[in-house]
């Protein structure tokens, strides 16, 4: 999936301060130097005799007069003897130049920190990365040492985009989920018996995790009643649906205790995410998988659902019929099991 990139700018208040804060150490350059002049003509000759020099002995003395009386206000000035309003007018200013430095390259790092975050959340959302996921993390610390540069360059910003995406691709792949929901399961659990309803649902749930053990299951996630399991490819995705409602019929017969039999709504679908083997798949954030519980909300019971155009490359799709349902765009065929599928008595 192709994302855009943009190279963080500094936004026009950032620019303003920025621009304010160079003006005023240019301007502290200039008084320093000036108040230094008189240090550093006292080794040439007649200074006083040329104009330049002249003249900024001569400021240099109005700038000390006019500072100094509000200087001795608040700070002692006489050291060793001697007035030195100067030598602290000096360090005063060159306090006040770095101070005025430190807080602009304060600014601009969280400028540039929240720009580069905001393009980080951007990317995510673009190429559906869960948050938590691992591949989040690796996207995140792609771009953790320019959250505090002080300026981004462009072709610093790019290389490291381009290895972004190169570290991300190593986690994208073809996978299958299926979702797996209990029809009416809250009615089911009204009025029986807490232990028997217990067994029933521990019961059901093994019987869902050996189908999905039995086709290669990557991982899954429960809710109370539901579930959601990620597989390699959509032949297995589809055929531990078709199992899991197969195997409903001696269940139902047999197993359970409570009066009302169970039935399943599954729903499945197909296509390349980022997937990682540590990433819980609760943490897994992907349109893909958003279709799959789509298909699951919209299936019949006892039915699987998949769009269409996802089942074409199966070997086996006997069984399946086009529907006019519409599911995020994609139109729907269902599986339904024959009496002759079913298991025997």
Known sequence: MSVNFVLPRRSAPVWIISALVSLLRWT???????????YVLAFFENPRGHLMTNLALRYQEQFVQLAAPRLHQYV??????????????????GAVAFGAGSLRDRLVRRATARQIKGQIKHWKESMQ???????????EAGFKPFENAKSVDRSQLL????????????FGREAAFLSVDVVGSTSMKEREE????????????????????????????????????????????VQAGKDIILRLEAFNRNVKLIRQDFAVRCGVNAGYVHFD?????????????????????YAEPNTVAVARMVI?????????????T??????????????SDLSAP
Request: glycine letters at 6%.
């Open 277 to 297: 083997e540590v990433t819980p798949l609760e943490q897994m954030s992907d349109r893909v998988i958003d279709i799959a519980g789509h298909m699951q909300k």
């Open 76 to 93: 002692p000035t006489r050291i060793a003897g001697k007035d030195r309003a100067d030598w602290i007018l000096i360090a005063g200013l």
């Open 129 to 139: 990365i869960g948050a938590e996921s691992h591949a989040a993390a690796v996207l």
């Open 326 to 339: 519409v599911v995020d765009g994609y139109n729907v065929s269902l599986w339904k099991p024959n009496r």
């Open 28 to 38: 502290i350059l200039a008084a320093t130097l000036l108040l230094l002049a008189p």
């Open 159 to 170: 290389r490291a985009f381009a290895e972004a995406k190169k570290n991300l691709d190593a």
């Open 194 to 237: 807490r232990a028997a309803v217990q067994y029933d649902f521990a019961e059901y749930r093994k019987l869902v995790e050996a189908a999905f053990s039995e086709h290669g299951i990557l991982k899954s996630t429960w809710t109370p009643d539901g579930v959601m399991a990620c597989f390699p490819d959509i032949e297995r995705a």
């Open 312 to 324: 074409e490359p199966l070997r086996n799709t006997e069984g399946f019929e086009p529907t006019t």
